[in-house]
């Protein structure tokens, strides 16, 4: 996780982009949404998606997104 954060001039706070690790079949792409997931797929050694063995992609994405507020500043 980026733990990123933008200070702006009155003194609030901003996080600029999120990032987040993807796991992946390595043969259709099908994205796994839980670390538990991968597991349970890794243990019974195929993809439910496509039916090929099981192998994992990983990646980290970055979702560039609008500055968000976290906390401070006057409104
Ligand atoms: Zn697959």
Redesign the pocket.
Known sequence: MSDTVITMMDGSTWKPSSSEDVIQ?A??D?IVDTEEEAKSYASSGK?P??G?SWTERRSTTISITAPSRISGGTM
């Open positions: 079949c043969n259709c099908n993809c998606n496509c090929n």
